[in-house]
């Protein structure tokens, strides 16, 4: 008997749960009849989505599904944009949840760095540090020019000899 011809031999699609599949034809189904627009998959059902269709190379699909799960307010936050982007090749979302990571200031959390893996969290944690270093400086370079050009007395003398305050 042919595979896919009855239930008791049916077609197994391997890594792939039946959840994962209803969502795929469910987002077929509202492209063909026009309601792409006004899809009712939640954002964890579009990351089924976008696991198949990358899967199965449907870019047209694929393409939608990013964007319905790139909504600047919508639930990915910067962390599991970085793993899904890893995950399914989506390029365009690296960066930017990278530099969302450096550039906060709350610290990466133990979740965030199991989501974007260990070496992947060194490295972020190395950038901040970086960039924490940088903004220091930045920091002390301003007040020390803020000090120079407000506290210099009458005869332009100036207060350099106080520079030992902003190492």
């Given at each position: 008997m042919v595979?896919?011809?009855?239930?008791?031999?049916?077609?197994?699609?391997?890594?792939?749960?039946?959840?994962e599949f209803e969502c795929?034809?469910?987002?077929?189904?509202?492209?063909?009849?026009?309601?792409?627009?006004?899809?009712?998959?939640?954002?964890?059902?579009?990351?089924?989505?976008?696991k198949l269709s990358t899967m199965w190379d449907f870019n047209n699909l694929r393409n939608v599904a990013i964007q319905h799960l790139d909504v600047p307010s919508?639930?990915?936050?910067?962390?599991?944009?970085f793993a899904l982007a890893s995950k399914y090749e989506t390029k365009k979302w690296l960066l930017p949840a990278l530099i969302a990571l450096a550039r906060r200031s709350e610290p990466i959390s133990v979740e965030e760095g199991r989501?974007?893996?260990?070496?992947?969290?060194?490295?972020?944690?190395?950038?901040?540090?970086?960039?924490?270093?940088?903004?220091?400086?930045v920091r002390a370079t301003k007040v020390m020019d803020w000090v120079q050009r407000n506290y210099t007395d009458h005869r332009h003398r100036s207060?350099?000899?106080c520079r030992w305050l902003f190492p």
């Amino acid at each position: 008997m042919v595979e896919g011809q009855s239930d008791k031999n049916p077609v197994i699609l391997q890594g792939v749960s039946k959840t994962e599949f209803e969502c795929l034809l469910r987002a077929l189904m509202d492209r063909q009849h026009g309601t792409q627009k006004k899809s009712k998959l939640a954002h964890n059902q579009w990351i089924s989505v976008l696991k198949l269709s990358t899967m199965w190379d449907f870019n047209n699909l694929r393409n939608v599904a990013i964007q319905h799960l790139d909504v600047p307010s919508g639930p990915l936050g910067p962390a599991d944009k970085f793993a899904l982007a890893s995950k399914y090749e989506t390029k365009k979302w690296l960066l930017p949840a990278l530099i969302a990571l450096a550039r906060r200031s709350e610290p990466i959390s133990v979740e965030e760095g199991r989501c974007i893996g260990f070496e992947n969290a060194l490295k972020l944690a190395a950038v901040r540090e970086k960039l924490a270093a940088i903004r220091e400086e930045v920091r002390a370079t301003k007040v020390m020019d803020w000090v120079q050009r407000n506290y210099t007395d009458h005869r332009h003398r100036s207060i350099s000899h106080c520079r030992w305050l902003f190492p």
